[in-house]
């Protein structure tokens, strides 16, 4: 049986782990711009739409329209989950497989405050292998 000192190691033990699982007050809902490059003979234009990031502790989800090979239209949606350290490093993985091809997304940054900034790359399969550099700029709000 624990005692009462044993109790309060115990739940102060809890307490800083938990605390160091995330940046403090980062749980939360980011959104702004997802821009990357236009896929040479495939897209005909760059992408820039909307990316939400959706933070809960240490676990972090994220969505994204995906847009038709001339950016007009919408055509499906990009989607993954990952983690946010304690330092406020956040690392994504998702991806996407539909009617205009397969890809991984890995995207990898930083939470400073109600701020994120974050970039990776989107490794396509299909229609034909291709891997494209992106950026992302999220405010929480």
Do not use: K, W
């Not at 007009?72 to 983690?83: L, N």
């Not at 993985?93 to 990776?120: C, E, I, M």
């Amino acid at each position: 049986m624990i005692g009462r000192a044993g109790t309060a190691a115990v739940v102060a033990i809890i307490t800083a782990a938990s605390a160091q699982a995330q940046p403090a007050g980062a749980d939360g809902v980011y959104r702004g711009r997802l821009r990357c490059a236009a896929i040479p003979s495939l897209t005909v234009a760059p992408v820039d739409t909307e990316f939400t990031l959706t933070i809960r502790g240490a676990t972090a989800s994220y969505q994204r329209p995906v847009l038709s090979f001339d950016g007009r239209q919408t055509v499906g949606q990009e989607s993954g989950t990952g983690t946010v350290a304690a330092d406020g490093t956040v690392a994504l993985l998702g991806g996407v497989s539909g009617s205009l091809g397969v890809f991984v997304a890995h995207y990898n940054g930083r939470l400073s405050g109600t701020h994120a900034d974050l970039s990776g790359t989107e490794s396509f399969t299909s229609p034909r292998q291709y891997e494209r550099s992106c950026t992302i700029s999220l405010d929480r709000g």
